[in-house]
């Protein structure tokens, strides 16, 4: 009798103290639940910018501590060049502020010590005065200025591309009066190496303080380069809208005292127009016994320059509609850097219904882009509604099946 009744005390002092641990357990992860920091999304190199969701205090900053702002803020010059992280939004955004005077073009010219003793000085009350009484046109044509960094680290024999912010950019949706403002950066004239930073909500004054590092190019190289850099306004339904570009040419700068801090006006992007969109040579043929048609599309010649570099690589893509229903499409291989492209592809298209009456075909000439969405060149209609020689080329191979039949067509605006 005495051992169940102490197999059953000892039992009942298992079972609370097993209810008594798994509720101390619980109260723990609960608590630990809540100071733990939610997870965020990591972007490459971000310096001083929030990496934490919007829900949280902007005062939790990514490897910020308070002492350590306290003393930067109070080494670093009044005017000088420097991100106050305490001013950001909970985007990791700038706030708008009044606009201010520029650094002159020469900036790029100066080394680091100059650049900050530079900002230094003090702004006259006239200069504001003279700012400020802007006309509304001269507003008009003002797309901002953008602010970056060049170094090169001969140890990894890397170049360095800061791009710190920019400032006093135009408003790109008219319903909120805002932008949505992303950069590409692409090295020329290769165009190797493209690159694009994060997209920032809704400001006109995009701090992205992203870093951009290139191996493999030697120090002796870095004198025929050239810096792309495209302001971009990204938009969810349509094609993202091009605020301007700002074009560096490397000759002449001297990286070999270390970072050099510059800034450049935006300006209007650059339509390099010709007397037309180039010339695409096409071959049909209609083949009636097994209702299909065969196209050939051969050459492209006297293409625009799309590009900075001024050249561009194109492909063709080819729509086939059916009632002013797209019902196929193919595309040929991408052509580098060539404004006249020798394609030599075929492909042939089931047709749906007997006859050509209700059957058109598109052409696109692309410039193929990797990073960012291709750019139309140029494109062509065929069909027996299209006007000029679409139309009668259309109608010849209508009248003449079996027969491949080939002519130049002028390319329109994409």
């Known amino acids: 009798d005495e051992i169940p009744t102490v197999v059953g005390i000892f039992s009942a002092f298992g079972l ?13 992860r609960k ?4 100071n733990k920091t939610p997870p965020y999304k990591f972007v490459h190199v971000l310096k001083g910018v929030d990496i934490y969701p919007e829900n949280l205090n902007s005062k939790k900053k990514f490897g910020a501590d308070d002492k350590s702002e306290a003393k930067n803020k109070s080494a670093m010059p009044k005017n000088s060049l420097h991100l106050d992280l305490e001013k950001r939004d909970l985007n990791g955004n700038f706030p708008k502020t ?15 010590k100059h650049f900050a003793e530079r900002k230094k000085d003090s702004v ?15 507003k008009q044509d003002k797309l901002g200025t953008l602010f970056f960094s060049l170094e090169y680290n001969f140890e990894k024999k890397a170049f360095v591309v800061n791009i710190k912010e920019a400032r006093g950019l135009p ?18 004239p290769e165009k190797k190496h493209k690159v694009k930073t994060r997209v920032l909500r809704k400001t006109l004054d995009p701090a992205f303080d992203e870093t951009f590092t290139f191996y493999g190019i030697p120090y002796s190289q870095i004198q025929d380069l050239t810096l792309h850099f495209m302001i971009l306004s990204f938009d969810r339904f349509s094609r993202d809208d091009v605020i301007g570009e700002v074009l560096i040419p490397l000759a002449g700068i001297e990286l070999s005292e270390g970072r050099l801090l ?21 071959s049909l043929c ?11 599309v051969l050459k492209a010649r006297h293409l625009p320059k799309s590009d900075v570099s001024g050249l561009s690589d194109p492909y063709v893509k080819v729509n086939l509609y059916h009632a002013k229903k797209r019902i196929s499409k193919k595309k040929t291989h991408v052509k580098k850097c060539t ?76």
């Not at 008594?20 to 357990?25: D, G, K, P, Q, V």
Request: include cysteine.
């Open 286 to 296: 209609y083949q009636s016994t097994t209702n299909t048609l065969t196209v050939v």
């Open 262 to 282: 510059m800034d450049r006006e935006i300006i209007k992007r650059n339509v390099r127009k010709s007397s037309g969109r180039g010339e695409l040579l096409i």
């Open 339 to 414: 404004p006249n492209a020798v394609f030599n592809e075929l492909f042939v298209f089931d047709i749906p219904c007997e006859g050509l009456d209700d059957i058109s075909i598109e052409f696109l000439v692309l410039d193929s882009d990797r990073g960012s969405r291709n750019e139309v060149i140029g494109r062509l209609t065929l069909g027996s509604s299209a006007e000029g020689t679409g139309g009668e080329h259309w109608k010849e191979i209508c009248e003449y099946p079996r027969r491949q039949i080939a002519k130049w067509h002028m390319l329109c605006d994409g």
């Open 124 to 138: 006259s009350p006239d200069s504001l005065k003279s700012i400020t009484s802007l006309s509304s046109e001269n």
């Open 16 to 28: 609370v103290f097993s209810v008594s641990l798994f509720a101390w357990i619980c109260c723990q």
């Open 98 to 112: 009044t606009p201010k005077i520029q650094s002159s073009p020469d900036v790029e010219n100066l080394s680091p």
């Open 31 to 34: 608590s630990s639940k809540s």
């Open 171 to 188: 408003a790109m949706d008219e319903q909120s009066m805002t932008s949505d403002p992303y950069i590409k950066m692409t090295i020329l």
